[in-house]
């Protein structure tokens, strides 16, 4: 999506009119404008000097963010920040404020003649205390000088008049000018009536003077937008503190020399120091020394991390003790820190679906008002009310209408509640996945990384008769060191921590799917799974149930053999993070049914999700299966897949929202709509908590947009004048106008003060207008012999797939069972043929 920064926008009807000028360009696929940060992101082949064109073509200014930087067209991090700094930057509050104070020290006299000296008999000079013609003439003046100083709004308002986009700008110069206008109509007609000596017209024309009307809406309006820049530049102050972040040097060893050289220069291989006290300029990795690290302004984390050679280093985060050196691994928009900048700025820069409603509203907003004023001017003179009464409800309707907190109610709302999520390290990467996230019905979780941290670990070893624990795990890692298997590591790490000497083995052979055999001293060594070892060796009955034990507790036991005998079990589990069970409780508090997504034997995986306290647990998933599962949870109801591998990318893709672990992949994270900084699950509650909170906002904020025109309009108009004498003055009506949009943005500030990890206001939301389908209970457990690998599940699970009667077959050569998901009866004769006839034997069927 190309980024652009938009000028001349006042109002949503503004950015109405700029997105519908883009989106007709041939080419362009989507567009979207947002006059919160005056930015807008195009989708599609149209260039930019097309789509710069069009929205100068539309009455605006337009330019493309992001020149290249310079070397090798990359943008520099101090670029890319000072960019969005300087799209931010509240220039229109300082000239605001400039012309406030000139229209007040001009209005107060104005006032003062046209009301302290008629309405209360506040005295005047004797050039003008008698003479109407002449206090009408200083009101003139006074007026036309205040319209001078505020200028803008009329070039503005009648330019969008000639581009037939009429903005908030056009009602304030219609509502304001005709006031004007009539009032020196008025003071015409009344120095005519002075000439002919008529004083009772003299008196009549006095009171139809609106000068102070019109010079009043002015610098209302003025009031109303400064305090809305105000609260709007607070909306953004999330996004603003990331920025100065961004440091703006870097102290790079060049020749065996330091050198100090701006952020820009720094290349990709480069070696960069930092001492103690100062900001990572850019992402690396440590080649020497050891510190702790304060990586809390980008995940939230207060507590250090620990760096030594070897780890990761992010930019923008603080080196607290040691000295360290490390390489450039990213630099420029490719860091961390620049890649946060553009989720959340681009989350900004999209709509969310329920700003649809208002930007409709808004695109024909301002000509229905415009005709609305018309028509109540025409009613009233055709009721028999004077020119001046019917005038005055015309431009009570003109200045009492307010497209733009039509406009800001949800990307002010969108802005902050972003700004909280980058601040407690969780990232949505579009206006879309904040609102969608609060309404998942079902999150699916995936085990390995998610749920557990990852890295298996050693949990139980049981040495057989005969054999010592020492020579176990002695053979254990004679095999497991060639090995590559996640579980292999597990052995060795546990090895290296207890200071085993590691041996080596002769004719090592890795046997997929089922395990290793080497020779050591002469002695013929195996390891593997049960099934596996039960080729190489003789396994008591005791210890077969020790191992079903383990298994029933989450662990995989592996079973080693020395000569053709059991020398024992080593168990080896994944073992489950601190926060798990506390975030899937908190889920399923909030009405969210969690499912548990793995890889593993039914057995082991149900343990898991045991201690876990998930819904529901589907084990067996190969890594190309994640997807089919989520598409099938997808018919239960709206479903967000959280993972951090390369495997849960298209599962990631394929849900409703995908949510990545932030310590997972590249490739999982550029996947998910939502990224998590801090790796932990608690966070994905605590993200489904905000967006509930900010789409709460949005609808407040709706509210407010829609009741105060629907109110205010007719009130304006004098709808309940003949009623009850109602009518509203069009000062009062300015000033109401002024104060909405602030209204709008103040309450969403409010988000600033949520606490998204306080479960106390948690409320299970009912889905009322989702029909969501019981999941299908018809399954059965076929327990089948000769699978090996990988390639005989396939087998099995292909052959099962194709039965019409079968929606799913989950099948685990480790255990050695299939399991059935069926959308219909079935024979179990039929389920056992077809699976045979693949030379596999069924053994039970349950």
């Given at each position: 999506m190309k980024q652009y920064h938009v000028t001349g926008m006042s109002c949503a009807a503004c950015s109405a009119r700029v997105e519908k000028a883009v989106a007709g360009l041939p080419g362009v696929t989507a567009c979207s404008?947002?006059?919160?940060?005056?930015?807008?992101?195009?989708?599609?082949?149209?260039?930019?000097?097309?789509?710069?064109?069009?929205?100068?073509?539309?009455?605006?200014?337009?330019?493309?963010?992001?020149?290249?930087?310079p070397a090798?067209?990359?943008?520099?991090?101090?670029?890319?920040?000072?960019e969005y700094e300087d799209m931010l930057q509240d220039r229109e509050t300082p000239a605001m404020k400039r012309r406030l104070v000139a229209s007040l020290v001009l209005l107060l006299p104005l006032m003062y003649v046209s009301m302290g000296h008629m309405m209360w008999?506040?005295?005047?000079?004797?050039?003008l205390?008698?003479?109407?013609?002449?206090?009408?003439?200083?009101?003139?003046?006074?007026?036309?000088?205040?319209?001078?100083?505020?200028?803008?709004?009329?070039?503005?308002?009648?330019?969008?008049?000639?581009?037939?986009?009429?903005?908030?700008?056009?009602?304030?110069?219609?509502?304001?000018?005709?006031?004007?206008?009539?009032?020196?109509?008025?003071?015409?007609?009344?120095?005519?009536?002075?000439?002919?000596g008529d004083m009772a017209g003299v008196m009549r024309y006095m009171h139809e003077f609106y000068f102070e009307s019109a010079a009043m809406i002015l610098t209302l309006i003025t009031v109303g937008k400064m305090l809305e820049a105000r609260s709007k530049g607070k909306t953004t102050d999330a996004l603003k503190g990331l920025m100065k972040l961004a440091p703006r040097t870097a102290a790079v060893l060049r020749d065996g020399q330091e050198v100090t050289v701006g952020i820009e220069e720094v290349r990709i291989g480069d070696h960069f120091v930092v001492r103690p006290g100062e900001n990572i300029p850019v992402d690396g990795v440590v080649i020497a020394g050891s510190s702790a690290v304060n990586e809390s302004a980008l995940t939230g984390e207060s507590i250090p991390v620990d760096k030594e050679a070897g780890d990761p280093v992010s930019a923008a985060t603080v080196n607290q003790s040691g000295f360290l050196e490390c390489e450039a691994t990213r630099v420029g928009e490719d860091t961390t820190l620049s890649q946060i900048i553009q989720m959340v700025s681009d989350a900004a820069a999209t709509k969310a679906p329920i700003a649809?409603?208002?930007?409709?509203?808004?695109?024909?907003?301002?000509?229905?008002?415009?005709?609305?004023?018309?028509?109540?001017?025409?009613?009233?003179?055709?009721?028999?009310?004077?020119?001046?009464?019917?005038l005055a409800r015309g431009i009570s309707v003109l200045v009492i209408s307010c497209p733009c907190a039509l406009g800001l109610a949800t990307p002010v709302a969108i802005m902050v509640g972003n700004g909280m999520g980058a601040?407690?390290?969780?990232?949505?990467?579009?206006?879309?996945?904040?609102?969608?996230?609060?309404?998942?019905?079902?999150?699916?979780l995936d085990k390995t990384g998610t749920i557990t941290g990852g890295e298996p670990e050693i949990t139980d070893i049981l040495a057989a008769e005969g054999t010592t624990r020492e020579e176990l795990l002695e053979l254990a890692c004679a095999l497991e060191q060639k090995s590559e298997h996640p579980l292999a590591k597990a052995v060795i790490r546990y090895a290296k921590e207890t200071g085993l000497v590691m041996?080596?083995?002769?004719?090592?052979?890795?046997?997929?799917?089922?395990?290793?055999?080497?020779?050591?001293?002469?002695?013929?060594?195996?390891?593997?799974?049960?099934?596996?070892?039960?080729?190489k060796a003789d396994i008591p009955q005791a210890s077969q149930e020790e191992a079903m034990r383990l298994a029933e507790e989450g662990k995989t036991p592996l079973f080693f053999a020395r000569d053709g005998k059991l020398a024992g079990v080593i168990a080896v589990a994944d073992m489950i993070k601190e926060d798990s069970p506390e975030a899937v409780r908190q889920l399923r508090n909030m009405g969210i049914r969690v499912v548990m997504l793995t890889g593993d034997n039914e057995r082991t995986a149900k343990a898991i999700g045991a201690q876990a306290g998930v819904d529901e647990v589907i084990a067996g998933v190969l890594p190309d299966g994640k997807e089919s599962v989520i598409r099938a949870l997808?018919?239960?109801?709206?479903?967000?897949?959280?993972?951090?591998?390369?495997?849960?990318?298209?599962?990631?893709?394929?849900?409703?929202?995908?949510?990545?672990?932030?310590?997972?992949?590249?490739?999982?994270?550029?996947?998910?709509?939502?990224?998590?900084?801090?790796?932990?699950?608690?966070?994905?509650?605590?993200?489904?908590?905000?967006?509930?909170?900010?789409?709460?906002?949005?609808h407040e904020n709706l509210f407010w947009a829609f009741i105060y025109n629907i109110i205010g309009i007719p009130l304006a108009a004098g709808l309940w004048y003949p009623l009850f004498g109602w009518k509203l003055n069009p000062m009062f009506g300015a000033a109401a106008m002024s104060l909405s949009s602030f209204c709008v943005v103040t309450n969403a500030l409010r988000l600033n003060l949520f606490s998204m990890y306080n479960t106390a206001k948690d409320k299970k939301i009912s889905h009322k207008n989702k029909t969501v389908k019981e999941k299908n209970t018809m399954e059965r457990t076929m327990k089948i012999e000769g699978m090996m690998c990988g390639h005989c599940e396939a087998r099995v699970k292909k052959v099962l797939e194709a039965l019409p009667e079968v929606d799913e077959a989950v099948v685990s050569h480790e255990s050695g069972t299939a399991v059935v998901k069926l959308n219909a009866e079935i024979a179990n004769d039929v389920l056992k043929k077809a699976v045979e006839e693949q030379d596999y034997k069924v053994t039970e069927i349950a």
């Amino acid at each position: 999506m190309k980024q652009y920064h938009v000028t001349g926008m006042s109002c949503a009807a503004c950015s109405a009119r700029v997105e519908k000028a883009v989106a007709g360009l041939p080419g362009v696929t989507a567009c979207s404008v947002s006059l919160l940060t005056n930015s807008m992101g195009v989708e599609g082949d149209a260039t930019a000097q097309q789509v710069i064109a069009a929205v100068e073509a539309a009455g605006y200014g337009a330019s493309e963010k992001g020149a290249p930087g310079p070397a090798q067209g990359e943008k520099s991090g101090v670029n890319l920040a000072q960019e969005y700094e300087d799209m931010l930057q509240d220039r229109e509050t300082p000239a605001m404020k400039r012309r406030l104070v000139a229209s007040l020290v001009l209005l107060l006299p104005l006032m003062y003649v046209s009301m302290g000296h008629m309405m209360w008999g506040w005295p005047l000079p004797a050039v003008l205390a008698d003479n109407h013609v002449s206090m009408g003439l200083v009101q003139l003046l006074f007026t036309a000088a205040i319209m001078v100083i505020n200028q803008k709004f009329f070039v503005s308002g009648f330019k969008g008049l000639l581009h037939r986009a009429p903005n908030m700008d056009t009602l304030v110069a219609l509502g304001s000018g005709a006031s004007f206008l009539y009032s020196t109509y008025a003071l015409f007609a009344m120095s005519d009536a002075q000439l002919h000596g008529d004083m009772a017209g003299v008196m009549r024309y006095m009171h139809e003077f609106y000068f102070e009307s019109a010079a009043m809406i002015l610098t209302l309006i003025t009031v109303g937008k400064m305090l809305e820049a105000r609260s709007k530049g607070k909306t953004t102050d999330a996004l603003k503190g990331l920025m100065k972040l961004a440091p703006r040097t870097a102290a790079v060893l060049r020749d065996g020399q330091e050198v100090t050289v701006g952020i820009e220069e720094v290349r990709i291989g480069d070696h960069f120091v930092v001492r103690p006290g100062e900001n990572i300029p850019v992402d690396g990795v440590v080649i020497a020394g050891s510190s702790a690290v304060n990586e809390s302004a980008l995940t939230g984390e207060s507590i250090p991390v620990d760096k030594e050679a070897g780890d990761p280093v992010s930019a923008a985060t603080v080196n607290q003790s040691g000295f360290l050196e490390c390489e450039a691994t990213r630099v420029g928009e490719d860091t961390t820190l620049s890649q946060i900048i553009q989720m959340v700025s681009d989350a900004a820069a999209t709509k969310a679906p329920i700003a649809k409603v208002a930007d409709k509203v808004s695109g024909v907003f301002v000509p229905v008002v415009i005709a609305i004023a018309a028509v109540t001017i025409l009613i009233w003179l055709l009721a028999g009310q004077s020119i001046g009464f019917a005038l005055a409800r015309g431009i009570s309707v003109l200045v009492i209408s307010c497209p733009c907190a039509l406009g800001l109610a949800t990307p002010v709302a969108i802005m902050v509640g972003n700004g909280m999520g980058a601040k407690h390290g969780t990232l949505f990467k579009t206006a879309v996945s904040l609102e969608e996230t609060g309404k998942v019905e079902i999150v699916a979780l995936d085990k390995t990384g998610t749920i557990t941290g990852g890295e298996p670990e050693i949990t139980d070893i049981l040495a057989a008769e005969g054999t010592t624990r020492e020579e176990l795990l002695e053979l254990a890692c004679a095999l497991e060191q060639k090995s590559e298997h996640p579980l292999a590591k597990a052995v060795i790490r546990y090895a290296k921590e207890t200071g085993l000497v590691m041996r080596e083995i002769t004719d090592f052979q890795a046997v997929p799917g089922n395990g290793l055999t080497g020779t050591l001293d002469g002695a013929a060594l195996a390891g593997g799974n049960l099934t596996f070892i039960r080729t190489k060796a003789d396994i008591p009955q005791a210890s077969q149930e020790e191992a079903m034990r383990l298994a029933e507790e989450g662990k995989t036991p592996l079973f080693f053999a020395r000569d053709g005998k059991l020398a024992g079990v080593i168990a080896v589990a994944d073992m489950i993070k601190e926060d798990s069970p506390e975030a899937v409780r908190q889920l399923r508090n909030m009405g969210i049914r969690v499912v548990m997504l793995t890889g593993d034997n039914e057995r082991t995986a149900k343990a898991i999700g045991a201690q876990a306290g998930v819904d529901e647990v589907i084990a067996g998933v190969l890594p190309d299966g994640k997807e089919s599962v989520i598409r099938a949870l997808r018919e239960q109801g709206r479903v967000a897949m959280v993972g951090d591998g390369i495997n849960d990318a298209p599962a990631l893709t394929r849900a409703d929202i995908g949510i990545a672990i932030g310590a997972g992949t590249d490739v999982a994270i550029d996947a998910a709509d939502v990224v998590l900084m801090k790796s932990r699950l608690l966070d994905v509650p605590a993200a489904i908590r905000l967006s509930r909170a900010t789409l709460r906002n949005i609808h407040e904020n709706l509210f407010w947009a829609f009741i105060y025109n629907i109110i205010g309009i007719p009130l304006a108009a004098g709808l309940w004048y003949p009623l009850f004498g109602w009518k509203l003055n069009p000062m009062f009506g300015a000033a109401a106008m002024s104060l909405s949009s602030f209204c709008v943005v103040t309450n969403a500030l409010r988000l600033n003060l949520f606490s998204m990890y306080n479960t106390a206001k948690d409320k299970k939301i009912s889905h009322k207008n989702k029909t969501v389908k019981e999941k299908n209970t018809m399954e059965r457990t076929m327990k089948i012999e000769g699978m090996m690998c990988g390639h005989c599940e396939a087998r099995v699970k292909k052959v099962l797939e194709a039965l019409p009667e079968v929606d799913e077959a989950v099948v685990s050569h480790e255990s050695g069972t299939a399991v059935v998901k069926l959308n219909a009866e079935i024979a179990n004769d039929v389920l056992k043929k077809a699976v045979e006839e693949q030379d596999y034997k069924v053994t039970e069927i349950a």
